[in-house]
């Protein structure tokens, strides 16, 4: 009796097994690919990619409201950097052909004075590319948030552990990445654009010799204007719009908390919307402070697309608004960093949060060099690892007061103030990488 009993239980388990096997392949879901790169290819040579704004650019693909998709996307440079010890190809890479862009995609049914609801479902990594890099840039090619301090050209390289990264150029941490794209945006309108033109074009006259330079320019030779045809391409070059920096389309606006999980709310100036996306990140500190700040990487992004009708104007926007994700890494155990708009000669400031926040990394650098880092090994983490950036007071004159939170967990050794001082914990010699030409 025992036996037969047996037996039919383990006959009702496997009948039961393999039904919810089969029910399973017939109700997985697998994530449309919309948009797919190839590495091994140069960005310029595939038209599903463009490196500029405009509004003529021509979409690569339609959706509807409430479709979800995966759109692949190459490192910002497009391939430009190799995982080396040499840090020549930062020196010399070309940014007047950044950021290559996936799209733009359009979704049916925007107009001009919609709002374009894009929730990040997940960003992953490609199977082809299972690291990054972030990179300190040289003063004359761009420079960083410390020039001043670091005017070399560095190099840093990152190995992916799951979800967590480590580097052979800065030993003795580990942690967690916020996987995100850096740049994500819509289509500017023509009267956008020109406005856009205007005002960083009045900037840059100001100092125009400046190194860096205070902005961006149109710049037609390198411009990558996806499907458009040779002789338009050209013609619209002369105007597009570079993707450095952020602007009320959304674009390179560099927010980690941008990740997995995150509903961001553009506003829509074109029929059909244009939404592109890029620079993804697998890990950045606010800020993204060196520039090539975050732990840059190729990478994929599933999005879900909706549409709000006249939410630009019901809601009163002007730019994009988003929701963060709700399963983003928790660290929960800080060293806090102060700065104060006092600069590094002493000079007061009135209220300049630049220049406070400036000063709170300088002094976190400091603080570590004491346990054997380099300051570009530090400078390099603080751009790519989770740490907290804030503005504490803009009230209390002359001095506006910033704090950069410091995650104590992601080092494998104590960097707590204690008794006896700091004990050196990283091995002579190691250090990012330099540029070898």
Request: aromatic share 8%.
């Amino acid at each position: 009796m025992q036996v037969s009993c047996n037996y039919k239980c383990k006959l009702v388990a496997i009948i039961l097994l393999k039904s919810t096997q089969e029910l399973y392949k017939k109700t997985k879901y697998v994530m449309n690919t919309l948009i797919k790169v190839d590495l091994n290819a140069k960005p310029e040579e595939q038209d599903i990619m463009h490196n500029r704004w405009h509004p003529d650019i021509p979409m690569v693909a339609m959706v509807d409201p409430g479709d979800e998709f995966r759109v692949e996307c190459v490192d910002w440079t497009g391939g430009q950097v190799a995982n080396t010890d040499d840090a020549s190809d930062i020196k010399y890479v070309d940014l007047s052909k950044v950021h290559y862009l996936s799209g733009p995609i359009g979704v049916r049914g925007a107009e001009p004075g919609d709002l374009l609801a894009v929730d990040i479902l997940d960003v992953g990594m490609l199977e082809d590319s299972l690291w990054g890099f972030t990179g300190i840039f040289a003063k004359e090619n761009g420079g960083s948030f410390l020039v001043d301090h670091y005017p070399e050209a560095r190099k840093t390289c990152w190995d992916y552990h799951g979800i967590k990264t480590t580097s052979r150029h800065i030993p003795g941490v580990e942690f967690a990445g916020i996987r995100h794209p850096g740049l994500i945006g819509t289509l500017p309108s023509k009267e956008l654009l020109e406005e856009w033109n205007k005002r960083e074009k009045e900037l840059f006259d100001t100092n125009p010799d400046r190194v860096p330079a205070l902005c961006t320019l149109p710049y037609a030779d390198t411009a990558h204007m996806g499907r458009m045809g040779s002789a338009e391409a050209a013609e619209a070059a002369k105007e597009a719009a570079r993707t450095v920096p952020p602007r009320e389309h959304g674009g390179n606006c560099d927010i980690k908390d941008l990740s997995r999980g995150s509903k961001v709310y553009f506003p829509v100036y074109v029929k059909d919307g244009g939404l592109s996306m890029g620079d993804c990140h697998f890990s950045q500190g606010d800020g993204e402070i060196t520039f090539c700040g975050g732990i840059e990487t190729a990478a994929y992004v599933d999005v879900r697309v909706n549409l709000i009708k006249n939410g630009v104007a019901q809601y009163g926007i002007k730019n994009p608004i988003f929701e963060p994700s709700p399963s983003d890494p928790n660290y929960s155990n800080y060293i806090i960093f102060e700065g104060i708009s006092v600069d590094e000669s002493g000079k007061q400031h009135y209220m300049d949060t630049t220049i406070a926040y400036r000063q709170a990394v300088l002094n976190c650098i400091e603080y570590l060099k004491k346990f054997g880092y380099t300051g570009e090994q530090i400078y390099s983490l603080l751009s790519s690892a989770p740490v907290e950036g804030h503005i504490s007071g803009i009230v209390d004159i002359p001095n506006a007061c910033a704090t950069l939170f410091l995650p104590t967990d992601i080092f494998d050794f104590n960097i707590r103030p204690e008794p006896g001082g700091p004990k050196v914990s990283i091995p002579t010699g190691t250090d990012v990488a330099k540029a070898l030409s």
